[in-house]
């Protein structure tokens, strides 16, 4: 849990779980999770160093006979893993149809945190309708603020040359992207083998 305890307690109060209130001191996520009702929580690392249940170097596929879930959380994952169309796939590959995956992870100002800093192209490219997914919502936020002053990037931005490209103008402080998926279907494209070209081409400027 990299999030100060107060502001764990201040949002717990404000989304109505006061009684889970002082219970998270920068510990391990596994039992926020419990605590908030999911019956069974995994968590997947390429190395046991910090105790996952599960290890996987997700540069890699998972096995055929991988365990499906109804919620995958990333907090942080994706940007350290060179290989990002498999990490998708096997992001995919393990929700069941109807689940959510929900990501937290670097937009801006945070260049060597890890190998990459994403845009809102790259999760509206590869979590959509062709590959079994839609994106639920998707906003870009400055670390420390509040879902009210994130910027929501769910949507083709015609009036800005067809890209989605908001911004924080000016902004030195680290910025964000969470993304909520949706799994719609099995029946579905792979990213590996019919890679996505970028959302805005294939959803504006190709179908002019």
């Not at 009684?19 to 046991?48: A, T």
């Not at 599960?54 to 990333?74: C, E, F, G, S, T």
């Not at 945190?113 to 919502?137: D, R, T, W």
Request: proline residues 6%; aromatic residues 12%; glycine residues 8%.
């Amino acid at each position: 849990m990299h999030a100060h305890p107060f502001n764990v307690d201040a949002l717990l109060a404000k989304h109505g779980h006061p009684h889970l209130k002082g219970r998270y001191v920068w510990g391990w996520s596994e039992p926020f999770f419990q605590d908030l009702g999911f019956k069974e929580v995994e968590s997947l690392d390429n190395s046991p160093y910090e105790a996952a249940t599960r290890i996987h170097n997700m540069n890699q596929p998972l096995p055929p006979n991988a365990p499906k879930y109804d919620y995958v959380y990333d907090g942080g994952t994706i940007e350290h893993i060179f290989n990002t169309p498999q990490v998708c796939e096997n992001i995919i590959n393990s929700l069941e149809v109807g689940g959510i995956f929900c990501s937290v992870t670097s937009n801006n100002n945070l260049s060597g945190h890890g190998i990459y800093q994403f845009s809102p192209e790259f999760f509206l490219s590869a979590f959509n309708q062709k590959y079994g997914m839609e994106v639920l919502e998707l906003y870009i936020g400055i670390v420390g603020t509040e879902r009210e002053e994130w910027i929501d990037v769910n949507s083709f931005n015609e009036q800005n040359g067809g890209r989605q490209s908001a911004k924080f103008p000016n902004s030195t402080r680290d910025v964000y992207i969470i993304t909520i998926a949706r799994k719609i279907s099995d029946e579905r494209q792979s990213l590996i083998t019919n890679s996505p070209n970028q959302y805005s081409y294939e959803h504006g400027d190709w179908k002019t």
